[in-house]
């Protein structure tokens, strides 16, 4: 009887909430002095304000169960367009302050004493809800925006909104394990390693881009990705989607999600029509099968393993083979495996898969090489090992294991570093120190330019993985 009743009250605070999220009452703009925390309600969405037309809303949003987040949602669909995404979340409860007094604040006394996000602004007099989910603090009586939710995309970029190289906006995902960066000429995926190393899979370059000139790519009402100089908007490349040329379908997005692959959609009134794919080969993404595992092309769901773990494959470290308590480590080898994007992988000239090997042996930032008897090339992978797909048998790879790591290996051989050619060493070394300089410098401008500088949510989690099956017998399949 009485669980009954509290269903009924249940049901009868969900309908309330429907109907506050409908509400004309929710207002249009928040000035300055406005604090609110979450009610006890059980929302998805709590609502602060929302732009003209009613599309967009701006409010709490829970995250798991307990947590909440600063959002921006698309009301018809409750696709959430834009987060603050701190690095800690605040929790869903009375101790949560949202509050505007020309800087947008959210504290929570339970989390942490100090903010736990903030816009960093000054100045402002009113917020405000633009009519393509642009959060904007206006300073009156000019009507001036400060600061826009446009400049700090969270996973999303809507159609109008300006990526820019010049700029230190990227796309994250909400575990922080991938990003979409825009450079000069490109924009490009990666996978993140602790912040210190990362792994590039995809790039679009704009090869007609002077490579001297800052760009920006901006998501177009007709169904492309345009990429434009940011000194004068002169349009320089365009990926087009599914849905070009096509008319005004709908409002477009462009979405990382947590697979590391990026979406463009359109909303038909009804649902988000899928109308692009970065990677439409989902065995090109570094995460299907997890750290060791092995992708088959047309079967991506059937993960096999490198090196089996006490669950699915082995789980990769973090880190590199330098320093002395890191030397140690067992080599696999394995033939007719590669990845979909050697073409931008660091590649080293070879006459044979031995020199490849010794190649990566050799070098303490490596952790597996791929060779292609065809194109003699040597593809380093200076990052742990991650998924990698079956292919013919003219690619051969080898991958390094720690000796610490569990899992049965097979074939387990020790290396250690040992007096070899001086010329190989010294290109290894050159390279080594070019690649650490590099990886820290890129690594520390990220990250010191991210907004909410400490990064990582679930560190050391890696990408879930499928069980492992039996291993497909046949290498040759691609
Ligand atoms: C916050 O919530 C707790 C219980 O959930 C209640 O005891 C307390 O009075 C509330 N505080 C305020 C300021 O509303
Ligand atoms: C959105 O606002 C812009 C100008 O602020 C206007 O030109 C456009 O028609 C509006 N779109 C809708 C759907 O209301
Ligand atoms: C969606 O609704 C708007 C406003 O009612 C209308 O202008 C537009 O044509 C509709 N789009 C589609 C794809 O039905
Ligand atoms: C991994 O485990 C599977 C199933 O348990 C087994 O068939 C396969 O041979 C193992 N692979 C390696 C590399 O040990």
Not at 106 to 119: A, F, H, K, M, P
């Amino acid at each position: 009887m009485r669980s009954t009743s509290l269903f009924v009250c249940y049901m009868l605070a969900l309908l309330a909430v429907q109907w506050t999220a409908a509400d004309s009452n929710i207002p249009t703009r928040i000035i300055k002095g406005f604090k609110a925390s979450p009610s006890r309600g059980s929302a998805q969405f709590e609502p602060l304000l929302t732009d003209i037309t009613g599309v967009f809303a701006f409010g709490f949003l829970h995250i798991s169960s307990a947590k909440l987040d600063l959002a921006i949602i698309h009301q018809p669909s409750t696709q959430q367009v834009w987060r603050a995404n701190p690095f800690n979340l605040a929790n869903w409860g009375n101790s949560t302050t949202f509050s505007f007094n020309g800087n947008i604040v959210l504290t929570g006394e339970s989390i942490q004493d100090s903010t736990i996000w903030s816009s960093k602004s000054a100045g402002g007099d009113y917020l405000a809800l633009s009519n393509n989910s642009n959060l904007q603090i206006y300073a009156s009586p000019a009507d001036s925006s400060i600061w826009q939710s446009f400049d700090y995309p969270f996973d999303t970029l809507v159609q109008g909104q300006k990526f820019s190289s010049a700029s230190t906006a990227s796309l994250v995902t909400a575990d922080k394990r991938y990003t979409l960066r825009i450079g000069i000429a490109y924009l490009a995926l990666f996978m993140e390693f602790h912040g210190s190393q990362e792994m590039n899979y995809w790039k679009h370059t704009a090869i007609k881009a002077n490579a001297l000139k800052d760009i920006y790519a901006q998501v177009d009402p007709s169904g492309f990705l345009g990429i434009y100089y940011v000194s004068d908007g002169i349009y320089v490349d365009r990926i087009p989607f599914d849905s070009f040329e096509r008319g005004l379908l709908g409002f477009h997005r462009l979405t990382l999600e947590s697979d590391g692959n990026l979406y463009a959609y359109y909303w038909n009134n009804d649902t988000w029509v899928s109308v692009y794919t970065a990677q439409t080969e989902p065995c090109g993404l570094p995460g299907k099968c997890g750290a060791y595992g092995i992708c088959i092309p047309g079967s991506p769901t059937q993960c096999t393993c490198l090196v089996n773990g006490t669950d699915g494959c082995l789980q990769s470290d973090s880190g590199d083979f330098c320093g002395i308590q890191n030397t140690g480590f067992s080599v696999i080898r394995q033939s007719g495996v590669t990845v979909e994007y050697t073409d931008i992988m660091e590649t080293i000239a070879v006459g044979s898969l031995d020199e490849c090997e010794k190649t990566c042996e050799q070098s303490c930032v490596c952790w597996g090489a791929l060779y292609s008897n065809a194109a003699k090339s040597c593809y380093i992978m200076d990052y742990p090992i991650q998924t990698v797909e079956k292919s013919g048998a003219s690619y051969n790879g080898y991958f390094k294991l720690r000796s610490n790591g569990q899992g049965t290996v097979a074939h387990k051989e020790k290396h250690r570093h040992k007096p070899g050619h001086r010329a190989v060493i010294a290109v290894v070394v050159i390279f080594t120190l070019t690649f650490v300089g590099m990886a820290a410098y890129g690594g520390y401008w990220w990250w010191d330019k991210k907004r909410n500088s400490l990064p990582i949510i679930q560190l050391g989690s890696a990408p879930k993985q499928q069980p492992s099956l039996e291993p497909n017998k046949d290498p040759d399949t691609k």
